[in-house]
């Protein structure tokens, strides 16, 4: 099992960037799909990127294209996700996750997680 430890939350105000990062222990992070979710009080987890194994391939929820790019540096085992253009709606914690393949890596059921980083964007 993979284990998943999310950094880089913070406030930010509007407008404004942060890089969370993703560091995976325990198994080689190459062997994973990884994807970035969020989730705020009294929602459901909302899916927001993800990426191959090989990093070849990306996919980003429509809320967030154009504005987020998710990365991965398998030799470092770190997943990133660079977040510019914040917006107050984009208040949430932001969980990693670690997936077989991409149909399963998008979905919120299954797959290893993080314990979360809080992201505040004030306006």
């Known amino acids: 099992q993979v284990q998943l430890v999310e950094s880089g939350g913070g406030l930010v105000q509007a407008g404004g960037s942060l890089r969370l990062s993703c560091a995976a222990s325990g198994r080689t992070l190459s062997s994973y799909a990884m994807g970035w979710f969020r989730q705020t009080p009294g929602k459901e987890r909302e899916f927001v990127a993800a990426?191959?194994?090989?990093?070849?391939?990306?996919y980003y929820a429509d809320s967030v294209k154009g504005r987020f790019t998710i990365s991965r540096d398998n030799a470092k085992n770190t997943v990133y996700l660079q977040m510019n253009s914040l917006k107050p709606d984009d208040t949430a914690v932001y969980y990693c996750?670690?997936?077989?393949?991409?149909?399963?890596?998008?979905?919120?059921?299954?797959?290893?997680w993080g314990q979360g980083t809080q992201v505040t964007v004030s306006s």
């Open positions: 996750k670690a997936g077989r393949n991409i149909p399963q890596t998008v979905t919120a059921g299954g797959g290893s």
């Open positions: 990426i191959s194994q090989s990093g070849g391939s990306t």
